[in-house]
């Protein structure tokens, strides 16, 4: 337990940020911490792009460059680079949202092949990453989720949202890189789930290559991570996951309700914290079949698997296990965990400008409901910009 203020070190946390960005950074988490601000900022922002009004330099030189990477792979390498050389390494996320032509789904399917070839050539990028809808129209999903069959066209269509997965895994497993496939929506999850596990049973033969996401403020997710394990065992593969808290929580709430079935969500933020605690231990306690990758801006979270892996005699290092953070946030967590020699992740969101718009407004919204989170960002800014004056 001694390295219980490890997240409290700022010279550390910041070391990557000129006094200029720290002052963006400031003046970012303040206004994200007005709760209203952030409504009119996202309509303002909104507006001003679909009336292509000259907002994208400026979205571009404060909340993007703060968020992200960069428009492209190759802008993303500067910062890449410079993290990598603080033992953080990369995750690069193509953020364009809500594209649903067959087109699109082709093209999310090449950049993510792109991704994992030029992570083979980095060693600051040993992790890809896609989302379910990404490579095959949400409505699929959830039919094929529903067990109501197919059209004969869905049917095709289903099967080559098969095979941009099964392109995307087989790559990953010649070129060594892991894959990390987001979670979504509950009425989706199901069928995204049951071809993640079937590209684990055929890529997850030596080492863990394809990761699953479960997100643990549903309360379903230990039972399935349970039953999982024991299937994995039974049939001779191993099994990845990234565990997070959960990012769509209003949404599944509020469809619920609508629908009249029990909400999938915990009770309470304290129940889907314990889920969330419960679903890493268990995994640390079977490491030998499964790979743990931690997403999380939670403090305590991440004591505990410290301090849990140490218990085990699990090296910092050790590549069963990861923790992730989201770029541009909980630089506190990452960069200290690194500085120690914990394996540690930043998803890097990256792609234009205004394609990235509903990614980060997301966040900004997500950043406001998750109580504390920008009040403990603020208070550590402030904390370096005094720590850096008196130096």
């Known amino acids: 337990m001694e390295n219980h203020k490890l997240f409290d070190n700022t010279e550390v946390a910041f070391q990557l940020k000129s006094d200029t960005e720290l002052e963006r950074a400031h003046f970012l988490f303040k206004m994200i911490s007005i709760e209203p601000l952030v409504k009119i900022g996202t309509a303002v922002t909104n507006f001003a792009i679909k009336a292509h009004l000259p907002v994208e330099g400026l979205i571009r030189s404060t909340v993007f460059d703060h968020f992200c990477g960069g428009v492209s792979e190759d802008d993303c390498l500067d910062i890449i680079e410079r993290m990598y050389d603080k033992g953080v390494s990369s995750v690069l996320d193509f953020s364009v949202e809500g594209k649903e032509t067959e087109d699109h789904f082709d093209a999310a399917m090449e950049k993510t092949l792109k991704i994992i ?27 094929k989720g529903e067990g109501k069959s197919f059209t004969s066209q869905e049917q095709t269509e289903w099967d080559r949202v098969v095979a941009r997965y099964d392109a995307v895994c087989k790559l990953a497993k010649e070129k060594d890189v892991e894959v990390l496939i987001d979670a979504e929506e509950s009425w989706m999850q199901d069928a995204a789930d049951d071809l993640v596990t079937d590209m684990m049973r055929k890529y997850n033969t030596d080492v863990t290559i394809v990761y699953n996401t479960l997100q643990m403020y549903r309360h379903d997710r230990m039972e399935f991570l349970r039953k999982q394990h024991e299937m994995a065992i039974k049939e001779g593969f191993t099994l990845g996951y990234k565990i997070v808290r959960g990012a769509y929580m209003e949404k599944e709430n509020d469809r619920a309700l609508d629908k009249g079935y029990p909400s999938p969500i915990c009770e309470s933020k304290q129940a889907t914290d314990i889920n969330f605690n419960e679903a890493a231990k268990y995994i640390l306690d079977n490491l030998s079949e ?31 296990v990861w923790f992730g953070q989201l770029f541009g946030m909980s630089d506190n967590i990452s960069f200290n965990l690194a500085n120690l020699g914990y394996n540690v992740a930043k998803y890097v969101p990256f792609g234009p400008v205004k394609d990235v718009m509903p990614y980060l407004i997301r966040r900004a919204e997500e950043n406001t409901s998750v109580a504390g989170q920008t009040g403990r960002e603020l208070m550590l800014i402030k904390r370096e910009k005094e720590r850096r004056k008196l130096k």
């Open 117 to 143: 070839r030029f992570a083979a050539e980095k060693d600051s990028m040993p992790i890809a990453v896609f989302k379910p809808t990404g490579f095959g129209r949400f409505y699929l999903y959830q039919k």
């Open 290 to 320: 499964i790979s743990l990758f931690v997403g999380t801006h939670n403090e305590e979270s991440s004591y505990m698997v410290m301090d849990i892996m140490k218990e085990k005699g699990v090296a910092n290092n050790d590549n069963r």
